[in-house]
């Protein structure tokens, strides 16, 4: 089932949780809608599953107005990130309850439910909890059988609102895995938020980044990975440095060095933003003279270390900006850089903490402010 959203708007009070947001998802799609804390995607899931209504706006199921269709004729299978299992009912009764409680002349026979809820059970690969209660299971064990629960009616869509939100790192990892290996099988419509850009990026078919009630950008994981529309989305999908600097003509000079930004061609003397991911700076040591081009410009920023963090095959950086002529001046403001670098490298090359580095940006992105 295709779902069309239509300029939703939402406030509550002065607060404005959306503002006319529009979308496309494809029958078959898993959706992330990917947002800092308070940004509207709840709400707008919320909206989608009737849960909520929208102060403007419509929603269309496979091009069937939905907008003031009650969520129990939405046909919309709901999982929370609390469970919000029945406590005193076994897990194979919780998987049956929506079974069970339909109209009599929609409700399968008792072993056409038993069979059903079996099934299901061995699709999230827990039949044999099939008589344990909720509180005898782990986190993810609980939230595997809430989705089991959410597909025992057929849901024609499957929203999930930070489904995994409760349970910890390693868990959270192999459901994630689990939910799109699942959603494979399955191919129902599914639409699940998070504020988590791992999850996002490593599940969704299309990620949809939301901000302050907008949406900011919607594309694959790569996509969105690769080429950010706008600064915030750089700078919420994992860890970026922001410099400030000026762009004019196809040139952007930050930190006392020169960034080619032929897209920013018409650029006069504007102020600018260069986002470089850690991973994306060069990393070598520093001799007088060095970071220079042929013409006597600077090339990279000279740095100091001053953490490094090895763990595992990756080596993190932590260093501060020092002046190219006064390297270590005690008077300039610091401003942290983050790099990454292979751990091999890190000590093949011997770099010790309060040494002086120079990092070459290998990759930029340039956003030049507009003049107002």
């Known amino acids: 089932m295709s779902i069309e959203i239509r300029n939703i708007s939402k406030h509550f009070g002065d607060f404005r949780a ?31 599953a009737g849960l909520e209504t929208a102060d403007h706006g419509n929603i269309l199921f496979s091009g069937e107005e939905k907008t003031d269709t009650h969520v129990r004729e939405r046909e919309v299978g709901f999982v929370f990130q609390h469970y919000a299992l029945f406590r005193h009912m076994t897990v194979f009764e919780n998987v049956a309850f929506g079974l069970r409680v339909k109209p009599r002349g929609q409700r399968p026979s008792e072993a056409q439910i038993r069979k059903k809820v079996h099934d299901l059970l061995q699709l999230v690969q827990l039949d044999w909890l099939a008589d344990r209660f909720p509180a005898q299971l782990s986190g993810g064990q609980r939230q595997r059988i809430a989705l089991a629960r959410a597909l025992a009616v057929e849901p024609k869509v499957l929203l999930l609102d930070e489904p995994f939100g409760a349970l910890d790192a390693k868990v959270r990892k ?41 949406i900011e950008q919607v594309g694959t994981p790569q996509d969105v990975w690769e080429n950010p529309a706008s600064p915030f989305v750089y700078g919420f999908l994992g860890d970026v440095n922001l410099f400030h600097g000026r762009a004019h003509e196809g040139e ?31 990393v070598q040591r520093y001799s007088p003279g060095q970071g220079v081009d ?31 002529r006064q390297p270590g001046d005690p008077t300039r403001p610091e401003s942290l850089i983050e790099a ?33």
């Open 18 to 48: 959306l503002n006319d947001v529009s979308l496309d998802i494809s029958s078959g799609e898993l959706v992330a809608l990917l947002g800092p804390s308070g940004c509207g995607k709840t709400t707008l899931l919320r909206i989608i």
């Open 174 to 214: 192999e459901l994630r895995r689990w939910l799109r290996r699942l959603h494979d099988e399955l191919h129902v419509t599914s639409i699940f938020v998070t504020h988590d850009q791992e999850e996002a990026l490593e599940v969704a078919d299309r990620v949809v980044v939301i901000n302050k009630g907008r």
């Open 252 to 282: 952007v000079h930050v930190e006392g060095i020169r960034i080619d930004a032929p897209e920013h061609q018409g650029a006069q003397d504007a102020k600018a933003f260069a986002y470089v991911r850690p991973h994306d700076l060069d």
């Open 294 to 324: 042929a013409a006597g410009r600077p090339r990279g920023i000279v740095a100091q270390l001053s953490r490094a963090i090895v763990v595992g095959p990756i080596a993190r950086l932590e260093l501060i900006a020092v002046d190219d």
């Open 340 to 372: 990454q670098i292979p751990a091999q490298q890190f000590r093949d090359q011997g770099f010790k903490e309060g040494e002086t580095l120079v990092l070459t940006p290998q990759r930029a992105r340039v956003f030049v402010e507009a003049a107002h």
